[in-house]
């Protein structure tokens, strides 16, 4: 089954608001309680669910213990993915301090820099290792997918490195510039920069009465 991205981004903040309605003991929830919350209509939360045949009963909501297991079972890997951060400056690091970045479904096993005052060192608990040692490393510990924060000039010369030496399946970039990968590798680019002018774009256009 082919599932459009915008409804996989959906389904990931379902599970998230799950995660927060078990932690406060709720038990049952609706599609209008989901909705109101992430700012999606009841009717598109049903649709989004109805996927993965009827979860819920009309007029009685979805167990939330069950519908958090049902989903997260959908989107748990068939193992725990290692990857590899590139670049541990500050937004690298800001990434390792994320809670988020806690999870069983990977785990971040070795970072690689330039920095002298870096390499050699565990940031956050894992190992920094000199970009030089990339190919040696990546293969050594089986990373599958790379996170890239290094500055753009940067970002193209260690993903060809990296891709041509290792058997990365997945990227997600965060260097401000466009990437190009081998077929096989599949590439997530999250600009903040161009997030952020679409947030001032919606905003100045809603001030002027336009519809977003």
């Given at each position: ?197 679409k947030l001032l774009f919606y905003i100045k256009l809603k001030e002027r009465g336009g519809n977003i």
């Amino acid at each position: 089954m082919r599932i459009a991205e915008p409804t996989v981004e959906r389904l990931v903040q379902y599970i998230r608001f799950l995660e927060r309605c078990r932690e406060s003991g709720k038990r049952v929830v609706s599609s209008q309680e989901i909705g109101d919350a992430l700012g999606i209509k009841a009717s598109q939360v049903r649709k989004d669910l109805s996927y993965f045949g009827e979860i819920g009963k009309r007029g009685v909501g979805y167990n939330v213990e069950k519908l958090y297991q049902h989903l997260n079972s959908i989107f748990a890997p068939p193992k725990t993915w290692k990857i590899a951060m590139i670049g541990v400056g500050n937004l690298g690091e800001a990434l390792l301090g994320y809670k988020a970045f806690e999870s069983e479904k990977f785990r971040i096993v070795a970072l690689f820099d330039i920095d002298p005052n870096k390499i050699g060192r565990k940031i956050h608990g894992i190992h920094c290792y000199d970009v030089e040692e990339m190919s040696k490393v990546l293969n050594e510990e089986g990373v599958e997918v790379l996170i890239i924060t290094t500055p753009a000039s940067a970002a193209q010369d260690v993903v060809d490195r990296a891709t041509s030496s290792a058997p990365i399946k997945g990227i997600l970039n965060f260097a401000p510039t466009a990437l190009v990968v081998p077929e096989h590798v599949i590439l997530y680019n999250v600009d903040i920069f161009i997030e952020l002018e679409k947030l001032l774009f919606y905003i100045k256009l809603k001030e002027r009465g336009g519809n977003i």
